[in-house]
Every structure is written in C-alpha cells, then in structure tokens.
C-alpha cells in the first residue's frame, strides 16, 4: 500500500469541499489499496458525516452510511432487499459495509485486481486479459470487446428490479437518479462504470412504495453458501392476485457487467396464470442477447433456471 493521507471531514460541506477518496466501511477500497489496484493520495473518512437513518413510512429510504447488516434486521424492509443482504459477502464484512459503498463497489474480476496483467478498467486501453484467459466468472450480457467482468453487488440487483434511486449531492447542488440508469455498460470506455461525477457523495438510496413487494425474494447461486460472488441471481417481486400474475419485477446478478432488468420477462408475465409452466415459458426468453465466453456457456441455461427457482418459490407461497 502506497502513502497516503487521511482527514476526516465533519460536515458534509466539508467533504465536498476536499478532493480525495470517500472511505466509508472501506470493505473494498482498503482491499484495492492493499494490492496497488487503487492509490489514492488523499483519503476522507466520511463516517461522522450525517448521512444515516432508515425510514419506512411510505417506501423505503436508506441513509448511505448504514451499514448493511444493520438495514438486513429491520422491519419493513422489502424480503428481497433483506434476502440480498444477507447472502452478501460475510457477517464481519457485513457490519463494517455501508449502503452507499456497496452500490459503488467497483466491477472487478480476477485480471483486475492484478496489476500485472492488462485491465481495460484499471487501465484503459492495456486490453481485455478475461476474454480468451480464465472467464468462468464473467458476464454474458451487457459485455464488449473491452470487458466483461460481471457487477459485483446484490442489493444492487434487489434495488433495480424495485425502481430505486439514489440522491447525489455535490457543492453544485443534488440530484437523483434511477440506480438502473446511473450504472453505465463497459462499451469502449469501461473504466467509466457510472455516472458518478467528480465531488459527488451517495447520501441516501430512495425505493419508491410498492405495497406488493413483500412477496419477494432474493436467489443466489455460488459455489459456496458463504463469502463468495454470484454464478447467478435473481430478485424477483409479483403481484398475485386470484392466482394470475398482475404484475411482475425481475432482475439477475452475477452474468452482466450491470445489474440486469429483465424487462421482457416481466412482460411475459403480466396476466399470466401464477403456474410453474407460465414461469417456465416467461424465463425462456431471460438469456435473450447472451455472449458466452469459453468458459461460462452454462450461465445462460443457469440464469433461467434461477430465475424459474425464485419466480416458483413466490407462486407456490400463492397457494
């Protein structure tokens, strides 16, 4: 880890006021910065700013610097929120891990995190050491010929599938964005994986009421139960009601370079009989425009059948 320095802002001015590197739980920068992937000369532990709270009165809103642990144990937080949290990374990292630094964690893979091998993300134009090297990890859509790492987050995937935004605050003023807007594609620039500008602060996380929602969950595929990034993912809401879907959200982790909105299949569904056979027929077309590299074809029969296992545990909760 190369030298740097740290300062502690009080105020949320302040911390506008001071170029450097937001520290929040530090789960993933102190990791980053372990290994020479990130080198920050200026660090700004955030932690005492106000940026806390949760508030479930109409919807959800999430105050950045709540620890992920903490908003898993609340009442009245979405199934598929509370799901997706607590199957992500360990107890310990947990409790140190806050909101607004899981959404940002940065889109990593193995060649990333090794400043040896090339790294369109770590830096830009050295190439795409995944694409013919080991990718039994990566994505298969949303990629190009740039990158092909998979999004990390889980509850950024519960978060898109349920319409959230997220609050930036700069000294310009603030601004709110739909999550599945702000995360960017890799295309050409892929080191660019959001539209965070520079200055701007994560201060809250917005999930508009949807009184249905609490028939949801999070399934998530790995090679072990615990510690360990998604194969696949699914975060699945549905309205049910006389047995026939009314409506419908869906989104997969684990096999796209963004958190990945299932639009089609929520299509499929709506006015749907809530049966395993109109499930099997909705997930069908969940793969739709998937690129599979040498190594991960089997995420694409993998991604519908996650999705099936989520949409059934739902249906059959129905009847």
């Known amino acids: 880890m190369r030298p740097f320095e740290l300062t502690a802002p009080e105020t949320v001015e302040a911390a506008l006021a001071?170029?450097?590197t937001f520290l929040a739980g530090g789960t993933t920068l102190v990791d980053l910065m372990k290994l020479n992937v990130l080198t920050p000369q200026h660090v700004l532990d955030i932690n005492e700013l106000p940026l806390r709270g949760l508030d479930t009165s109409d919807g959800l809103r999430i105050g950045a610097l709540e620890r992920m642990s903490e908003v898993a144990g609340q009442p009245g937080v979405y199934p598929v929120i509370t799901r997706a949290l607590l199957q992500s990374a360990s107890q310990q990292l947990r409790n140190m891990a806050s909101i607004g630094g899981n959404l940002l964690q940065r889109t990593r893979c193995t060649y990333f995190r090794d400043v040896e091998m090339p790294c369109n993300r770590r830096q830009p134009g050295s190439g795409c050491s995944a694409i013919s090297g080991a990718n039994r990890m990566h994505a298969v859509l949303g990629?190009?010929?740039s990158c092909v790492?998979?999004?990390a987050s889980d509850l950024a995937v519960a978060l898109v599938a349920l319409d959230a935004?997220?609050?930036l605050v700069s000294a310009e003023g603030s601004r709110t964005v739909k999550l599945a807007e702000f995360?960017?594609?890799?295309g050409d620039t892929p080191e660019v994986e959001n539209d965070l500008r520079p200055g701007e602060l994560v201060t809250e996380v917005l999930v508009p009421r949807l009184d249905w929602a609490s028939r949801s969950t999070y399934v998530k595929v790995r090679d072990r139960q615990s510690y360990e990034f998604a194969?696949?993912?699914?975060?699945?809401a549905l309205h049910i009601e006389d047995s026939r879907i009314v409506d419908a959200r869906v989104a997969v982790g684990g096999v796209a370079t963004v958190p990945w909105r299932l639009h089609a299949v929520e299509a499929a569904l709506r006015g749907a009989p809530a049966t395993p056979e109109a499930v099997e027929t909705a997930a069908s077309v969940a793969a739709d425009g998937a690129r599979p590299l040498?190594?991960?074809g089997f995420k694409v029969s993998l991604l519908k059948r996650t999705v099936v296992r989520a949409m059934l545990e739902l249906t059959e909760e129905s009847r």
């Not at 194969?231 to 699945?236: D, E, G, I």
């Open 294 to 296: 040498a190594d991960n």
């Open 231 to 236: 194969l696949c993912s699914a975060a699945v």
């Open 143 to 145: 990629t190009s010929d």
């Open 18 to 20: 001071s170029p450097g």
């Open 149 to 151: 790492a998979t999004h």
């Open 165 to 167: 935004e997220i609050r």
């Open 183 to 186: 995360y960017r594609l890799p």
